[in-house]
């Protein structure tokens, strides 16, 4: 019996060994995404049909950007016809404020369709795979995967599209509304300081603007004595006008560019 015993343990181990040497038929792929529909991406992930607890996570994208490189997606060393993957994408939530956001949150989950899961074929890949899942996010939700060690703008990148994503001229023109605003509200702020620090500025207003250069800047005191040194006033008055100036010309050359895209 001893003997017998010995011989199954034996032959266990050895078909584990077996076992554990036997090469794998998939490969772990990294994931990544780009955005060319420029809606932006909140979330994706990558999802094996015929093992639905498989998947990768993908990152988070801004419009017409790219994500980082995540881990990981399995796809047969050697490509196969009939070969899909499932994309599940959460998409940005639409609206101008967080009110108008909450309301498509909730009408997007009384539809079921928070996320949304397409069926994506994967074009013939060389063998054996390596690389990157490149998941490529298109306008009207239409979604292209490549698998490559070559990034999307190498010449020589299999996909249908090459390149990366080009921000369209609207998207760009309100970024420069967005820039612009932001510029006229700290002019706004500069003009209406200085106009303070001109007027006997109170002791409050001076003692405030002390304490933060001295929480931030506080190098930039080191020649004054205290906030009701005469010369530190005279520094506000210079630093809002530089501001002032400052604002001026980036208004200006926001402008500029915005009319060179219309």
Same mark, same amino acid.
């Given at each position: ?34 955005d060319y529909a420029g809606t932006g991406i ?48 959460y998409y940005p939530l639409k609206g101008k ?86 510029? @006229?509200?700290? $002019? +706004?702020? &500069?003009?209406?300081?200085? %106009?303070?620090?001109?007027? =006997?500025?109170? @002791?409050?207003? $001076? +003692?405030? &603007?002390?304490?933060?250069? %001295?929480?931030?800047?506080? =190098? ?43």
């Amino acid at each position: 019996m001893k003997l017998l015993g010995n011989l199954v343990l034996s032959l266990g181990i050895l078909f584990s060994l077996s076992a554990c040497g036997q090469e794998s038929d998939t490969v772990e792929l990294n994931i990544t995404g780009a955005d060319y529909a420029g809606t932006g991406i909140r979330a994706f992930r990558v999802k094996n049909p015929d093992v639905p607890d498989a998947y990768g996570d993908g990152g988070s994208m801004a419009p017409y950007g790219g994500g980082g490189i995540r881990c990981c997606y399995q796809v047969p060393k050697q490509w196969h016809e009939g070969l899909t993957a499932e994309i599940e994408v959460y998409y940005p939530l639409k609206g101008k404020n967080g009110d108008e956001m909450v309301e498509d949150l909730k009408k997007r989950e009384a539809a079921g369709n928070v996320t949304e899961t397409f069926k994506v074929p994967v074009p013939k890949y060389r063998a054996p795979a390596e690389g990157t899942l490149w998941v490529q996010f298109m306008p009207d939700k239409e979604i292209k995967v490549v698998v490559s060690d070559l990034s999307p703008d190498h010449e020589d990148f299999p996909g249908d599209v090459k390149g990366w994503p080009v921000p369209s001229d609207e998207y760009r023109i309100n970024l420069i509304d967005r820039d612009i605003g932001l510029a @006229e509200s700290d $002019l +706004k702020f &500069s003009i209406s300081r200085l %106009k303070e620090w001109k007027n =006997e500025p109170t @002791e409050k207003a $001076l +003692k405030s &603007s002390w304490d933060a250069y %001295k929480k931030h800047f506080e =190098e930039e005191l080191k020649s004054f004595n205290g906030y009701k040194d005469s010369r530190f006033l005279s520094y506000l008055i210079r630093e809002s006008e530089i501001n002032i100036a400052n604002a001026k010309e980036e208004i200006r050359k926001l402008k500029s560019y915005k009319e060179s895209l219309e």
